[in-house]
């Protein structure tokens, strides 16, 4: 167990709704990513927040947003979904903006149908 | 981030040491290698990270080769569990700056009984 719970494990949707998924880091991490992996691309670094803040933006679509809570929770926001989006999402938590053990989650499998 | 090369397969007997060899050629000299492992559609799992002195730990040992460009991870006993995609990366270290980890394709690395 990393300690990084992610839910909800899986979502099934159609196409065009919009999906909310959450992320709580281990216990003192203050920095989030968010990562993307389907079939044919692999892990994709979607988003970076740290302390409420975001920091680094990687290949994450406009229909994609993503937040970080003073509590230091993290939603992954996808809207008008495609049947493309549909893909393993993993979070990760790691203690400051350096680099360092980056734990990740058990990732919530996302399918559009 | 520098660019790693690394074979798309291997195998391993169970007990033997495995051997994952990465190249990683334009490395800079303040960039670490990274490795983490994801067995089936889990999270990614960290493993060891070094800078260019070897290092080891409860679950492998990394040789980072004089010139730095390339590495090897070893896993000295092999086990069933330790099948797995592994990933070689290598990030910048900066401590205040940005972080993510940019995932190539791995190594498949299949133990066999």
């Known amino acids: 167990d990393s300690g990084v719970t992610q839910t909800p494990k899986h979502l099934i949707t159609a196409t065009g709704q919009r999906v909310t998924l959450r992320c709580s880091p281990r216990?003192?991490?203050?920095?989030v990513y968010w990562y993307q992996q389907s079939l044919d691309q692999g892990l994709q670094f979607l988003i970076q927040?740290?302390?409420?803040?975001?920091?680094a933006k990687g290949n994450i679509l406009e229909r994609f947003s993503a937040q970080q809570f003073p509590d230091l929770h993290s939603e992954l926001n996808l809207s008008s979904l495609e049947l493309g989006d549909s893909a393993l999402y993993f979070c990760a938590s790691s203690e400051g903006q350096g680099l360092g053990e980056a734990f990740f989650g058990q990732g919530t499998r996302l399918t559009v149908v | 981030d520098a660019k790693t090369t690394q074979p798309t397969s291997m195998d391993c007997a169970e007990g033997r040491a495995a051997n994952l060899p990465c190249n990683h050629s334009?490395?800079?000299?303040?960039?670490?290698v990274y490795w983490y492992r994801q067995i089936h559609s889990q999270g990614p799992q960290y493993i060891i990270h070094g800078l260019k002195n070897n290092e080891t730990n409860e679950m492998a040992s990394l040789i980072i080769t004089e010139d730095r460009k390339s590495s090897t991870l070893i896993l000295p006993h092999a086990t069933l569990r330790d099948t797995a995609v592994y990933y070689c990366?290598?990030?910048?270290?900066?401590?205040?700056?940005?972080?993510?980890?940019?995932f190539g394709k791995g190594t498949k690395l299949s133990v066999i009984p």
């Open positions: 216990s003192g991490d203050l920095s």
């Open positions: 927040y740290y302390n409420g803040e975001e920091r």
């Open positions: 990366i290598v990030r910048l270290f900066s401590g205040a700056g940005s972080y993510q980890l940019t």
């Open positions: 334009t490395i800079s000299g303040n960039e670490y």
